[in-house]
């Protein structure tokens, strides 16, 4: 096979293509590559055959699913495209793509506007502080109305975005751009493959309209610098090119966020963003600068080898594949890098580039760009690849944390057997999903970031490794403690021929504060339990504990003092006054006012104000305790305690409530006393689970 153009660093894009789901990012990186020509079908999302969208479950669900990379040729420019998820479900993919990208493309639709997922990937581009360009999207759609959007973006996202074309038409109607750094109309051909247009003045019904958009264009841009301020007021313009210096230099200060329109579908508009990414977004060595620690990494073929390895994907027949971004350095085919994390050694072979499910193999990679390399051996997401004798670790991606949790088993025996095997393996693919095998509970507890998530991990799982589970609700990790001081005596006697078995010790148990866990006393005086067989009583006290007295959960923070007893000579034994202290356990815990104490869980939940009022009344509802509020920028956070048992599916409500506009993080608190009703609906349901067992 014939290696790939290579590209120098000033020759390279890195560009995150963002918005809600549904709103034409994968239809707009199809259009751009087929367009460039480096991709040579015109694919189409709704029948299953898009460049970035191309696995199984992607196509059973209609929607993104992963990060996937594909590029674009223009003006002898790479530009790498990072095709993301919309659904909020997979957050973790869209964090990985804006990590490695020097710039976004935010895609709105001109029909639905500003939704959650726009808001939301918004937040993430303000944090990396990356330079953004909006597109709007499906002009050609029936109720595209370009004015509508761009109030919305302004309102609800920056006052910053400003136009740089405007459409001509919209709807069934939609037929040209009007560039405003040119003032030239272009109309795209009728029945046009490739977003081909014709040059024309601008059409007189629109030459006021127009006027005025790129009058409020140049006069922003002025403002932007003193001279070119200046230079506007002297002459009452500023030249095309000048414009568009401007704009790069306010792109990369994050003064101004141009705003573009066209249509995937019918490859309008195409052409231009094309152009306004080569000529606005940064190349790599011009983004900033990577810091680590004293170490300032710049995107340079001359600097040492810096890689971060931003996603895992395992195939059938290939092994794993490593998708990486190269922030200093480069690499060739043969090169041998290590992996900072463990000092391993890893050989480059099939050097390649990611075009959707394609890999183009390629020679060498210069600094800035992205490739991929399959059968690494001991490489993952976030893992830092670089030169030998360097010791560089890049920043690494910040994964969301998982807010749902379900528990899974095997349909089959055979399941059951392969889950410890195959379960890291999607976790090494998702750092967002991840499973265990909770002991206390007996479960298998699988973690995500949605329902969706979960689901979709689950048929991954079928389809790659052939292995199926069933899901249940999460058991509850209940304990059990004592509220006043008993005691009482616990006597193991047994005789059956020969010798037998004695253990006798009377025992005071209290309640210790809560976390200090369970402690014992050793009052025995004069020897009447040897001292041997003391440690014996303790370890029964303690094996008996994790039974519990109500529902058979630990119990836990008390204290229990051996204070009396007796022995027999020739029948006592460890194992004797074991059974001795457990039943000594029983007998005085049921007289020491025993209590279920159940998990409570500190949520905090970020939503726009105007929803405030209802998820404060859902969580009073699942018994939750509001402990606070912090508002901010049309935002609040709620701060509650609520038990674990009431957010089974939590997310699920939450975003029912907020259309997807709020979202939670959640951390275990401690625990509390458990209400009477809800302490004996436990005790039946443990019991009912006993009952079936046997």
């Avoid at 674990?644 to 625990?671: D, M, P, V």
Wanted: some cysteine; glycine content about 10%.
């Amino acid at each position: 096979m014939a290696s790939a153009k290579e590209y120098t660093t000033d020759r390279i894009r890195n560009v995150a293509v963002l918005g809600h789901g549904g709103s034409g990012k994968t239809s707009l990186i199809d259009s751009l590559c087929f367009v460039s020509g480096t991709s040579k079908r015109h694919g189409n999302v709704d029948e299953g055959h898009a460049l970035t969208m191309h696995t199984p479950e992607e196509q059973a669900h209609e929607i993104s699913i992963q990060l996937t990379p594909a590029y674009a040729d223009h003006n002898n420019t790479k530009v790498n495209l990072l095709d993301t998820p919309g659904y909020l479900d997979f957050t973790g993919e869209t964090l990985s793509a804006v990590r490695v990208a020097d710039a976004a493309i935010i895609v709105v639709s001109a029909t639905s506007g500003v939704e959650v997922g726009t808001e939301r990937v918004w937040e993430y581009c303000e944090d990396r502080g990356i330079p953004r360009i909006f597109f709007i999207s499906m002009m050609d759609k029936e109720h595209a109305d370009l004015e509508g959007v761009l109030d919305q973006i302004k309102t609800r996202l920056s006052e910053r975005a400003l136009p740089t074309e405007i459409p001509v038409g919209q709807g069934p109607g939609f037929e040209g751009i009007i560039n405003l750094f040119s003032q030239r109309a272009h109309i795209f051909k009728k029945g046009a493959t490739k977003g081909e247009y014709e040059d024309k003045e601008i059409p007189e019904d629109l030459q006021d309209r127009a006027s005025q958009w790129a009058t409020e264009l140049q006069e922003t841009l002025a403002t932007t610098d003193e001279a070119l301020l200046d230079s506007y007021l002297e002459a009452g313009s500023i030249s095309p090119d000048e414009a568009v210096s401007a704009m790069c230099k306010g792109m990369a200060s994050k003064e101004v966020f141009p705003v573009l329109c066209g249509s995937a579908t019918l490859t309008y508009g195409m052409r231009t963003l094309l152009d306004k990414v080569v000529e606005l977004c940064p190349d790599p060595a011009s983004a900033g600068v990577e810091s680590v620690g004293e170490t300032e990494i710049v995107a340079t073929d001359d600097g040492p080898l810096a890689s971060l390895v931003f996603k895992t994907v395992a195939e059938p027949h290939v092994g794993e594949l490593s998708f990486f971004r190269i922030f200093s350095g480069k690499v060739s085919n043969g090169d041998e890098v290590v992996n900072a994390s463990d000092g391993r050694t890893e050989k480059f072979n099939h050097l390649g580039i990611p075009m959707g499910k394609e890999r183009h193999e390629v020679d060498t990679l210069h600094a800035g760009d992205i490739g991929v390399i399959a059968k690494l051996k001991h490489t993952h997401t976030n893992d830092t690849l670089c030169s030998k004798g360097g010791n560089i670790t890049l920043e690494p991606i910040e994964f969301p944390p998982a807010d749902i949790a379900i528990a899974i088993k095997g349909v089959t025996r055979g399941d059951e057997d392969k889950l410890g095997e195959v379960l890291p393996r999607l976790h090494e693919e998702d750092p967002t999903f991840s499973a265990s095998f909770n002991s206390e509970l007996h479960q298998t507890i699988a973690r995500g970031v949605g329902e969706l998530h979960l689901d979709v991990q689950f048929e991954r799982m079928e389809r790659k490794y052939g292995v199926k589970v069933q899901t249940e609700q999460p058991k509850i990790a209940y304990r059990e403690t004592i509220t006043r001081q008993a005691e009482g005596q616990g006597r193991h006697k047994k005789q059956s021929g020969g010798r037998g078995q004695f253990g006798d010790c009377w025992v005071r148990m209290k309640p210790n504060p809560a976390g200090t866990g369970y402690e014992f006393v050793n009052s025995i005086k004069g020897g009447v339990i040897p001292t041997k067989y003391v440690p014996s009583v303790d370890r029964g006290i303690k094996e008996a504990a994790e039974r519990g007295v109500i529902a058979g959960y630990p119990l836990v923070d008390f204290a229990a003092e051996c204070y009396d007893g007796s022995y027999h000579a020739v029948d006592s034994s460890d194992i004797a006054f074991k059974l001795a202290g457990s039943q000594a356990f029983r007998n005085v815990a049921e007289k020491c006012g025993p209590v279920l104490l159940e998990p409570i869980v500190e949520v905090a939940v970020t939503t726009p104000d105007e929803y405030v009022g209802d998820i404060m009344g859902d969580l009073t509802s699942r018994r939750g305790k509001v402990q606070g509020m912090d508002p901010g920028n049309g935002r609040t956070t709620v701060r509650a305690i609520v038990p674990e048992s009431e957010l089974y599916k939590y997310s699920a409500t939450l975003r029912s409530i907020t259309q997807g506009r709020a979202h939670h993080a959640r951390k275990l608190a401690g625990y509390e006393h458990a209400p009477a009703d809800v302490a004996q609906k436990v005790r039946q349901e443990r019991e009912a689970e006993e009952a079936s067992k046997s």
